[in-house]
């Protein structure tokens, strides 16, 4: 393939997933990293999310950031959001480049981790003490999505 005809490819290809409607949180499915999204999708997916969160017994969240500070902010932006999702000690935490956090809500516990070539953005777990219930993991969100 010329390079011309790699370029227009690219270019559909880019076009494509700019003009990807985002409706429902199902949608974030296939991404690797978190789309913008404007205020009026961002107020139907936190719709949606929030009726999942407050039916599960508790959540386990994903961060994918550029930096550490970044997953801190995302995580603490959380917490900001709902009073029942704590964290502590996050000032001890520190990672080089990329990183991937984790935290879960039942345990309170945190871990980060460098890690390349991650996308970008927050993945919410709803957990079920019942073992009949299936958890299902939402997202990628942008890492902003809860200072609304």
């Known amino acids: 393939m010329g ?3 790699k370029n227009l490819w690219l270019r559909i290809i880019f076009l494509g997933i700019l003009s990807m409607e985002i409706n429902n949180l199902v949608d974030l499915n296939s991404l690797r990293t ?8 961002v107020k139907k997916l936190l719709e949606e999310l929030e009726a999942n969160i407050f039916n599960a017994d508790w959540i386990t ?6 930096c550490d500070n970044r997953a801190i902010e995302a995580l603490q932006s959380i917490s900001k959001k709902y009073s029942s999702i704590k964290f502590d000690n996050l000032d001890s935490f520190h990672a080089d480049g990329s990183v991937f956090l984790k935290g879960n809500q039942k345990t309170g516990n945190v871990y980060m981790r460098s890690e390349n070539g991650l996308g ?12 009949s219930e299936e958890s299902f993991t939402y ?3 942008p890492l902003g999505f809860f200072n609304n």
Do not use: N, R
Request: net charge negative; glycine share 10%.
């Open 3 to 5: 390079l011309e005809w």
């Open 139 to 141: 997202g990628p969100l």
């Open 120 to 131: 970008e953005g927050i993945l919410l777990t709803c957990q079920y003490e019942k073992d």
């Open 61 to 66: 969240i994903g961060i994918m950031a550029p």
């Open 34 to 41: 978190a789309p913008q999204l404007s205020s009026s999708q």
